[in-house]
């Protein structure tokens, strides 16, 4: 017999509790990208308490295959993408579930994410001769950090052995109230760059500017001119970003120093423009470089690629949200120039990557990803296993 939305329904609220304890404890410990060796063991831990075989994948990942009885080893499969990570954060919240780790929390909801996949693993787990097809599991390491984690299960072989056809993930998103749902067929996320940029000049007495090279000016005119060069030659409908978060150099009023630090990072939708603008930022750096006689070293860490949800299968677990949600908590989003590392797998097959709204204003949880004081409505994980259920049963 079919799985209806009422089975669902009443499963997700069978075990609510126990998955809100999941976040809750995964919340207090908190782990950095590659290192998430305690929550990797938690995971592994819960799959094996409810019958789920689970195996090591991406150096600190877990990956699992629920197949029914009648499924054979050839069959494709679904898979479902959590992600594992925290951030170096300093958590601001007083709550009982506050982070116990000094400078570390989940301010971008992966605990969540964590926690509604491991539900959903029990309900497709109790009702697996209902699958239509194996699904994969993957608890991946390293969403935050580049070179992403993704990289690193798809390294593992984690599309293959079933080979996955269409892949899931959720992110949590405050700017939806709970219980809503945010879609984006086609592009939806910004490839992005880190620009690392050491500046080296010629330190001395401010007062003798003929016997300095100052790399504060050289650092200037390169933001300045990498910024005019974005502007100016983007190609039109492509959404591009270039932004600079960080300028250091320690000299003093009347001290030229020898050296200047730049951080910044470029984003942008389009392959091939993004090769383009990169080689042009290294022409710019050399070119002030010689006119100033002073050097300038960019190091661009290459980072995700854009994230382009599969059309087809957007339009479809859309419908699967208004089916079983209703047509007016589901929303249509606009492109983002944020990045995600699940952009990885949308280049190999397709993928829909969707939003679930934590927003609470009533409760004070308003606050954005990121943020020390990032926070969700907790009723929000059992509309996420309600969810990525349905998706899976349709």
């Known amino acids: 017999m079919a799985i209806d939305f009422k089975q669902i329904e009443m499963y997700s609220d069978k075990i609510y509790d126990k998955v809100l304890g999941y976040r809750e404890h ?4 908190p782990e950095l990208s590659y290192k998430e060796y305690n929550t990797s063991k938690f995971v592994s831990s819960v799959l ?18 629920i197949s029914g009885d009648h499924h054979s080893e050839n069959m494709t499969c679904i898979a479902l993408r959590a992600d594992l990570d925290a951030l170096p954060i300093q958590e601001a919240n007083e709550v009982p ?25 029990e309900f497709i787990y109790e009702n697996r001769n209902q699958l239509k097809q194996p699904v994969k599991l993957i608890f991946q390491p390293g969403e935050e950090q580049n ?12 599309l293959e052995k079933p080979k996955v056809d269409k892949m899931v993930a959720l992110h949590v998103f405050p700017d939806l109230d709970h219980g809503h749902f945010g879609f984006k067929g086609g592009l939806y996320m910004a490839s992005c760059d880190e620009l690392h940029i050491e500046v080296k000049g010629l330190g001395g007495h401010g007062a003798l500017p003929d016997r300095t090279v100052n790399p504060l000016f050289m650092g200037a005119e390169f933001i300045l001119k990498a910024k005019q060069f974005i502007d100016e030659n983007t190609p039109k409908n492509v959404p591009s970003v270039i932004n600079f978060g960080h300028f250091e150099a320690k000299g003093a009023t009347n001290v030229v ?9 470029f984003r942008t939708m389009d392959e091939e423009w993004r090769e383009t603008a990169k080689s042009e930022l290294l022409f710019i750096a050399e070119n002030i470089s010689r006119k100033y006689k002073g050097e300038i070293k960019l190091n661009i860490s ?64 308003v606050n954005g990803l990121h943020h020390p004081n990032f926070d969700i409505d907790p009723r929000s994980i059992k509309k996420g296993i309600q969810m990525l259920s349905s998706i899976v049963f349709s």
Request: hydrophobic share 35%.
């Open 302 to 365: 290459h980072g995700y690629p854009f994230l382009k949800n599969d059309v087809e299968l957007t339009r479809a677990i859309r419908n699967v949200a208004i089916d079983n949600f209703g047509a007016e908590v589901v929303h249509e989003l606009p492109k983002r120039m944020t990045s995600e590392d699940f952009a990885y797998y949308s280049q190999l097959v397709p993928v829909c990557f969707f939003r679930l709204g934590v927003r609470n204003e009533e409760r004070g949880i």
């Open 48 to 65: 094996s308490e409810i019958g789920i075989d689970n195996f090591s994948i991406g150096d600190t990942g877990i990956a699992a295959l």
């Open 26 to 29: 995964l919340h207090r410990n």
């Open 257 to 265: 120093p020898e050296k200047a630090f730049i951080k910044g990072t």
């Open 97 to 121: 579930y506050k982070s116990k780790v000094d400078g570390v929390m989940h301010a971008c909801g992966h605990d969540v994410h964590t926690s509604i996949l491991l539900g959903t693993a």
């Open 147 to 158: 070179p992403g984690g993704a990289t690193y299960v798809i390294r593992d072989g984690g």
